[in-house]
């Protein structure tokens, strides 16, 4: 069995006494696509921030066999971990092009940045654009942009907060794709979602997070034919 890249045991994360995540475990192998899903409030962005050290938790959790949990969140990007929050955080007034030299910038990973060149080649759609600026492209493009700009620093893990969120169907399948694509150059990913038949379509492994906890685990094939899945969060579309 391949060891895993990342591994988290037994997370908890509280906002004050409030736990939102209560023992979570779940592993990433390298190359691998893993998707989190899960309703509102089910805890997936409080996961995400504790992976990437935006938010303090307890359990275990190891990077490449490595100890992240003291790690700041500095630290970690330099590992090669990398978070597109919900957000998508981009620079509105500047350029395509400027996003994603500060891509390079900002988040770049142990080995320098990606160049240019090769995001215009994933994301052939940035190219004609790339003397707009960020906050005039729609909502798919702005979703390219952000993890053009996240390749920028050449992360090992790329983890997604919904990128899907607030897009058009058909945008949400050419998102889903270009995922699929990255995960096929090799760049492990943590795709939370709760579009869970888009994501299931992609994933490798899912987990479903109910209430702070994995309820079900699996391959993405079984979870699509799960009783309980197709029921909750697929429906009978
Ligand atoms: P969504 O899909 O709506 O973003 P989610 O699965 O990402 O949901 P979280 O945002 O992680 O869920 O929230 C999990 C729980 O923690 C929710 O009950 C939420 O109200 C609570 N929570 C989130 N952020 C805070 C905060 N800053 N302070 C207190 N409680 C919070």
Same mark, same amino acid.
């Given at each position: ?5 990342? /591994? @988290?045991? %037994? ?6 006494? $409030? /736990? &939102? $995540?209560?023992? $979570?475990? *779940? ?8 998707? $989190? ?12 921030? @504790? ?19 003291? *790690? ?5 990007? &330099? ?9 998508? +955080?981009?620079?509105? =007034?500047?350029?395509v /092009?400027? %996003? ?8 770049? &990973?142990?080995? !320098? ?6 995001? #215009?080649?994933?994301f052939?759609r940035l190219a ?20 053009a700009?996240?390749?920028? !620093?050449?992360?090992? *893990?790329?983890?997604?907060? +919904?990128?899907?969120? !607030? ?27 709760? %579009? &869970? ?9 899912? #987990?479903?997070?109910? !209430?702070?906890?994995?309820?079900? /685990?699996?391959?993405?094939? =079984? *979870?699509?034919?799960? @009783?309980?899945?197709?029921?909750? #969060?697929?429906?009978?579309?």
């Amino acid at each position: 069995m391949t060891r895993p890249m990342l /591994e @988290a045991e %037994n997370l908890v994360v509280a906002y004050g006494k $409030v /736990e &939102a $995540v209560r023992g $979570v475990s *779940l592993t990433v192998a390298p190359g691998r696509l893993v998707t $989190v899903l899960g309703a509102n409030g089910a805890g997936k962005t409080t996961l995400l921030n @504790a992976l990437m050290g935006v938010l303090p938790a307890k359990g275990a959790l190891r990077f490449e066999g490595d100890d992240l949990m003291r *790690l700041p969140v500095e630290a970690r990007v &330099a590992r090669g971990l990398s978070l597109i929050p919900e957000r998508r +955080e981009l620079f509105a =007034t500047m350029s395509v /092009e400027d %996003n994603l030299k500060l891509g390079a910038f900002r988040f770049r &990973a142990k080995g !320098g940045g990606g160049d240019l060149g090769e995001m #215009y080649r994933l994301f052939p759609r940035l190219a004609e654009r790339r003397r707009q600026h960020a906050g005039t492209l729609s909502g798919g493009e702005r979703q390219m942009l952000a993890m053009a700009r996240a390749l920028m !620093g050449r992360p090992r *893990l790329l983890m997604l907060d +919904e990128p899907s969120l !607030g897009l058009a169907p058909l945008i949400v399948a050419e998102v889903m794709r270009t995922v699929a694509r990255l995960r096929d150059e090799g760049v492990a990913i943590l795709l939370v979602e709760q %579009n &869970a038949r888009a994501a299931l379509r992609i994933a490798d492994h899912g #987990y479903v997070l109910d !209430g702070g906890t994995v309820v079900l /685990e699996g391959d993405s094939r =079984t *979870l699509q034919g799960d @009783a309980r899945v197709v029921e909750t #969060y697929l429906g009978s579309l």
